[in-house]
C-alpha cells in the first residue's frame, strides 16, 4: 500500500440487492447523443450519482449501456443514478463538444429531477476510463450551476498530458483534443484534470493493478498533485482488468461505495 491508496481482496463487498428501477429517459440538447436516463431509488435516497461511461471519448453504442447493471446496483443501495449519453468522436464530440455536452447533462439533472419529484442530495459525478476524465473535470467545469460534492473516477484518463506522451488508446487523446498539446496548449489547459485540480472538493479512485487500457500512472499521478495542493485525493487498487471497475459483483464496487459515502459525508452538517 502506498500513500494515497487502498487495497481490496476478492473477498471485500457488499453485494447488492435487486430491486426494480424505476427509469426515464430526458433530452437535455436537440442531438440525438443529447440525452440521460433517470434512474430513481426507492425510498429517502442516500444522493444522485452522475454516471459517465467511457470509450476514449468515441462514439460505440454499445459503450451507453456498459454502465447499465452499475447504475441498477447504485439504486438497490440507495443511490439516485443520471446516466448520461455525450457527443464523441466523430459524431460531433471531442473538443469542445464532449465536455459541452458533459456540463449541459450534469446543468440538466435539477430539471429532470423535478419531473420526477426526486430529492437530489448531495450529486456525485462517477465515470469510467474517458468517463473519469469527464467526471473530475467536471468539478472545474465552466459556467457551472449545479453544485457537486466530489468526483470518483473508475480507472479514468486523469493525466491528459502523460496520456499524450504515452499515446494510452492508440491516440485517444491527441484525437480528443484534436492535436497535441504543442499545437492546442489552451486546450490541455482547459480540458486536462491534472490541470485543473479543485481543492476544496474531494476525489476518489478506483483501479485495477491489471489494466492495460489506462495504466495506474493515471490514477497515482493525479493524487500526488492532488494532495500536495490539498484536495482530498486517494485511490482504492483492486484486483483487475479495466473493466472490473464497473462489475456491481466485484470488489471494486465495495470501494465505489466506500468513495461514495466518504464525499457524502463530507457534505454533511457535524452534529
Same mark, same amino acid.
Given at each position: ?6 487495497d481490496?481482496g476478492?473477498d ?14 430526458f ?20 444522493g ?7 470509450? $476514449? ?6 459503450y $451507453? ?16 443514478v ?16 464532449t465536455?459541452?455536452?458533459t ?23 462517477v ?7 469527464l467526471?473530475?473535470?467536471a468539478?472545474?467545469?465552466p459556467g ?9 473516477s ?5 493525466n ?15 484525437? $480528443? ?11 490541455y ?6 490541470l485543473?485540480?479543485?481543492?476544496r472538493?474531494p476525489?476518489?479512485?478506483?483501479h485495477g493493478?491489471r ?16 494532495r500536495?495542493v490539498?484536495?482530498d485525493a486517494?485511490?482504492t487498487?483492486?484486483?483487475g482488468d ?10 471494486? $464496487? ?6 461514495l459515502?466518504e464525499?457524502?459525508?463530507s ?5
Amino acid at each position: 500500500m502506498t500513500a494515497g491508496r487502498s487495497d481490496r481482496g476478492a473477498d471485500a463487498g457488499r453485494g447488492p440487492s435487486t430491486v426494480p428501477v424505476v427509469t426515464e429517459r430526458f433530452e437535455y440538447g436537440d442531438g440525438p447523443m443529447q440525452y440521460g436516463v433517470l434512474h430513481r431509488a426507492e425510498g429517502p435516497a442516500r444522493g444522485t450519482v452522475v454516471l459517465i461511461h467511457g470509450g $476514449f471519448w468515441r462514439g460505440t453504442p454499445d459503450y $451507453f449501456d456498459g454502465p447499465a447493471p452499475l447504475a441498477e446496483a447504485l439504486v438497490a443501495h440507495g443511490w439516485h443514478v443520471w446516466r448520461i449519453e455525450y457527443r464523441q468522436l466523430p459524431n460531433g464530440g471531442g473538443w469542445p463538444g464532449t465536455l459541452e455536452d458533459t456540463a449541459a447533462a450534469i446543468e440538466h439533472l435539477p430539471v429532470a429531477a423535478a419531473s420526477l419529484g426526486v430529492d437530489l442530495g448531495p450529486t456525485i459525478t462517477v465515470g469510467h476510463s474517458a468517463g473519469g476524465h469527464l467526471a473530475v473535470w467536471a468539478l472545474r467545469r465552466p459556467g457551472a450551476v449545479v453544485p457537486l460534492a466530489g468526483a470518483v473516477s473508475l480507472a479514468g484518463a486523469l493525466n491528459l498530458l502523460l496520456g499524450e506522451q504515452e499515446h494510452i488508446g492508440g491516440g485517444a487523446v491527441e484525437q $480528443f483534443l484534436g492535436g497535441d498539446s504543442s499545437e492546442h496548449p489552451e486546450r490541455y489547459r482547459a480540458a486536462d484534470p491534472m490541470l485543473l485540480i479543485e481543492p476544496r472538493l474531494p476525489v476518489r479512485i478506483v483501479h485495477g493493478d491489471r489494466d492495460d487500457v489506462v495504466p495506474m500512472n493515471q490514477s497515482d499521478t493525479y493524487v500526488a498533485a492532488a494532495r500536495a495542493v490539498g484536495q482530498d485525493a486517494a485511490v482504492t487498487v483492486v484486483g483487475g482488468d479495466h473493466m472490473v471497475v464497473i462489475d456491481p459483483a466485484h470488489p471494486a $464496487f465495495e470501494a465505489l461505495l466506500v468513495a461514495l459515502d466518504e464525499i457524502r459525508a463530507s457534505v454533511e452538517p457535524v452534529r
